[in-house]
């Protein structure tokens, strides 16, 4: 059919050009000399303005018109008619957008994000919070043009989580919570403790990029399509087939660090390799949702790379390449302390348990946010009482409290839940892969992680957008999501750790 043909045309050149930006972007944090900041900046808002024109052209929604009722579309999962429901989600929401909302959130996030840095160095809320005030009314307008049925919230959520609602979050989490709250308490009443110094110790770093390297090959990451290189904040770029960027940083005297993050990047970047190149473009060849790519990302981090058969085959290997750090270290007392738990006061440092409080915490508080509950002059009190109900501890200060993530000063409100809903597929998926492949332990105590990423490769990132996160998770484990998988793998590592 012509118009089906123009159509994926139209969308696949603007994801070209899209890609063009991905490249200048990763360039920009990882090689770019400070200077080229403005340049940089500017041939990004240009391009950025390209792709937004192409995204919205009226032709998309012409063609739309004309293909959508047709018998091209009629099989709901055929690639035509997945292509055709993604494409009309996506254009609706971008039309939707007034131009000027679009610009002036656009504008208030770049100046937004360096107040936010000044205030986390300071410690100083009152200088970040008038931008949050108006970073908070600029997406109670966003909700409104985008229209919800729920709550305003929704609409912001649906951005990164099509189909996702705050309701159906709320009875997932709070079954979550409750039990992690229970089990945090029961590890910090054990007494018990790891020895985590011994991931202190000196790990030149020209070794630890070279076991890390090896570790992302070991589980399946392709160097011929794909890199390594350096940054401040750890990422993954997947520029097109064949080119994806993995991004890492270093610290001679952080063990787990970098190594962990690569992990991570390298879970992020199986899933890009993974994807249909027939399909490169469109919703067929695309990731589902950000949860479902995070579920990625920490299948390979924790579920796999802090497992103790993982460590059985790695930790030989560990002691040859970090003799001087890791002559004296058991098996045991590695694996130990690399799977600490304990509360602290920042997300990005925290473990596998305690990890998913600090995002339901955020969660509690952007809902309250954007429904007006929550004045933005009130979040440092709320933050805090939160934390201390999560924890039993209050941050010292704000730096350390709500001012300690950068999502809220770059407009991305209804983010975070997608960082547990990636831990709770994560754990769903890998309980089914599990059963499916008769067990991991095996394969993996011999080195073999293939069989779970052509698994994975078959059954999740092969169907590019097929089906919304949800129906995936159902379609791959016959059953729709539900904690009890991420709690099950909690209980059977961490009690036995911590005699519990
Ligand atoms: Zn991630």
């Not at 936010?116 to 809320?125: E, I, L, P, T």
């Not at 270093?250 to 992020?268: M, Q, T, V």
């Not at 995002?359 to 934390?387: C, H, K, M, T, Y």
């Not at 993530?405 to 089914?432: E, I, K, R």
Request: aromatic share 10%.
């Amino acid at each position: 059919m012509e118009a089906y043909k123009e159509l994926i045309r139209r969308v696949r050149e603007a994801r070209l050009l899209g890609s063009c930006a991905a490249v200048l972007g990763w360039d920009q944090r990882t090689y770019m000399p400070a200077k080229g900041a403005l340049h940089r900046a500017q041939q990004l808002a240009l391009l950025a303005g390209m792709v937004h024109e192409q995204t919205t052209a009226p032709e998309i929604g012409g063609l739309l018109d004309e293909i959508e009722g047709s018998e091209l579309v009629r099989e709901g999962d055929s690639a035509a008619a997945v292509n055709v429901r993604e494409i009309r989600r996506r254009y609706d929401r971008a039309c939707k957008l007034p131009r000027a909302l679009v610009t002036e959130l656009a504008r208030t996030c770049t100046l937004a994000r360096d107040v936010w840095v000044q205030a986390r160095r300071s410690s100083d809320f009152a200088l970040f919070r008038p931008w949050l005030e108006k970073i908070v009314a600029l997406k109670r307008q966003e909700a409104e043009s985008v229209g919800y049925a729920g709550a305003a919230y929704d609409a912001l959520l649906d951005d990164y989580e099509p189909g996702e609602t705050s309701a159906h979050l709320a009875t997932l989490f709070s079954d979550l919570r409750e039990e992690l709250v229970g089990l945090v308490a029961a590890i910090q009443a054990s007494g018990r403790r790891p020895d985590n110094s011994v991931l202190h110790r000196e790990y030149p770093v020209d070794r630890q990029e070279g076991f890390g390297r090896a570790a992302a090959a070991m589980i399946g990451f392709d160097f011929a399509a794909g890199r390594l290189d350096e940054t401040a904040h750890p990422f993954c770029s997947g520029i097109g087939p064949g080119d994806t960027r993995l991004t890492t940083r270093y610290d001679s005297r952080d063990f787990g660090d970098a190594f962990f993050s690569i992990l991570h990047e390298a879970g992020h970047g199986i899933y890009d390799q993974g994807l249909d190149p027939a399909h490169y473009g469109t919703p067929m060849g695309a990731a589902v949702s950000l949860a479902i790519h995070e579920s990625q990302s920490r299948l390979w981090e924790n579920f796999v790379g802090r497992s103790r058969a993982f460590w059985e085959h790695v930790f030989p290997q560990a002691r040859r390449s970090f003799p001087e750090a890791l002559a004296d270290v058991s098996l045991d007392a590695f694996y130990y302390a690399i799977n600490d738990c304990r509360p602290s006061f920042i997300r990005v440092d925290a473990d596998e348990v305690t990890y998913n409080l600090h995002v339901l915490l955020r969660f509690e508080l952007e809902q309250a946010l954007i429904s007006g509950d929550l004045p933005a002059a009130d979040v440092p009190a709320a933050w805090n009482e939160a934390f201390t109900r999560y924890f039993g501890l209050t941050p010292p200060d704000d730096a350390q409290g709500c001012l300690q993530d950068t999502h809220w000063s770059g407009g991305a409100v209804g983010y975070f839940p997608t960082y547990t809903l990636g831990n709770l597929y994560a754990a769903q998926f890998f309980a089914q892969a599990s059963v499916d492949l008769g067990g991991l332990d095996e394969p993996f105590r011999r080195g073999e992680f293939a069989p779970l990423k052509e698994w994975l490769t078959t059954k999740i990132h092969r169907h590019g957008q097929r089906h919304r996160a949800a129906d995936l998770v159902a379609a791959v484990t016959a059953e729709p999501l539900s904690p009890r998988f991420f709690l099950d793998h909690l209980r059977a590592k961490f009690g036995p750790l911590y005699g519990i």
